[in-house]
């Protein structure tokens, strides 16, 4: 027995040691079993005791037991204090250096004919203006017919229209919306309709499908004046205040008188759009009496305007997409 004891106390003394000394939580766990698993050394000291008198086993199996007790205190001490070195380690690996500058997503930005098309639309609705909406998918009558455009009209020539089955068409103008939002409805109004429009046309400076902005008022005593007036402001706001324009007497089937307005751009002058007064038998046409009620309207290329402002070479460079033209609006 005095040999199991002097065993016991040399197994503790290096137990304390090993465990204190042991690297990792699987190493530590193979020492907790060399002692303390099944044929482990105290467990085979504890075995052992069968063979010892009954008064020297007691005393054996006390130390014994406390010996087993104390391993597994130094076991779990040493497992928390693992834990804790782990986790500082990874603590240290992994450290989030909260000053670093940050990453920026790139940020876009809107089209500049989706920026120009917003400014006119501002434009008109600080000065109480609705604005309308239509389709492109467009009735023979709404594009045309009801515009007053003669059956033999040249703009209804397969050069100039997409024709669509049911007799239908791609709008070819945003007029179409002056007779849907005209339609029953009594002046006084005023609105303005921005959107997409389409022709069978492809150069430079036209593209089959584009952007226009239409423009109408009608009330008693709306003149010419008051379009020229309007025309006047609206080129200012969005070309500044030494914009000039000018008007050239022209046809338009929907207005009459009809004119084209120029637009003077570092020393040039660019063609920018239409107007007139609207035509009484559009009026009529709407369901407006023409004796009572009178108006001017007008409709003007929403991506020729940005191609000016900004000085743009080639329509084309606006709807291709390339990310490179974008970036400098
Ligand atoms: N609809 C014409 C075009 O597409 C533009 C236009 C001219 C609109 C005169 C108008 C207008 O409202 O009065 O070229």
Redesign the pocket.
């Known amino acids: 027995m005095a040999a199991s004891v002097a065993d016991l106390e040399r197994i503790l003394a290096e137990a304390e040691t090993a465990i204190r000394e042991v690297g990792s939580a699987q190493a530590l766990a193979e020492l907790r079993a060399s002692y303390l698993g099944k044929k482990g050394s105290v467990s085979t000291l504890l075995r052992g005791l069968g063979q010892l008198s009954a008064e020297e086993r007691a005393e054996a199996g006390k130390a014994t037991n406390e010996a087993k007790k104390r391993i597994e205190a130094w076991v779990a001490e040493r497992k928390a204090s693992l834990a804790l070195d782990a986790r500082a380690k990874d603590l240290a690996e992994h450290r989030l250096d909260v000053t670093l500058p940050g990453f920026a997503p790139p940020r876009g930005h809107l089209h500049p004919t989706t920026q120009i098309e917003r400014e006119m639309c501002t434009f008109f609705t600080e000065m109480g203006y609705g604005i309308e909406d239509g389709p492109e998918v467009e009735s023979d009558w709404n594009n045309f017919g009801g515009?007053n455009f003669p059956e033999d009209h040249p703009a209804r020539d397969l050069q100039d229209t997409f024709f669509v089955t049911g007799g239908n068409v791609l709008r070819?103008?945003?007029?179409n919306v002056?007779i849907r939002a005209m339609t029953g409805r009594q002046p006084p109004f005023r609105f303005v309709s921005p959107g997409r429009?389409y022709r069978n046309d492809l150069d430079g400076t036209h593209y089959p499908m584009f952007h226009?902005i239409?423009?109408?008022c009608v009330d008693e005593r709306t003149t010419f004046a008051d379009l020229k007036g309007t025309l006047f402001a609206f080129a200012r706001h969005l070309f500044g205040a030494e914009a000039e324009i000018r008007f050239r007497a022209?046809f338009?089937p929907?207005?009459e008188p009809?004119?084209?307005i120029d637009i003077g751009w570092e020393g040039r002058w660019l063609e920018w759009?239409?107007?007139?007064?609207?035509h009484p038998r559009v009026l009529l046409n709407c369901g407006i009496d023409p004796e009572r009620y009178q108006g001017?309207?007008?409709?003007?290329?929403i991506d020729r305007t940005a191609m000016i402002r900004w000085d743009i070479p080639n329509i084309q460079l606006l709807f291709d997409g390339d990310v490179r033209t974008m970036e400098q609006f």
Not at 296 to 301: E, K, P, S
């Open positions: 515009l070819t103008h945003t007029s002056q429009v226009q239409e423009a109408v022209h338009f929907f207005t009809s004119a084209e759009g239409g107007c007139g007064m609207i001017f309207a007008f409709g003007m290329g």
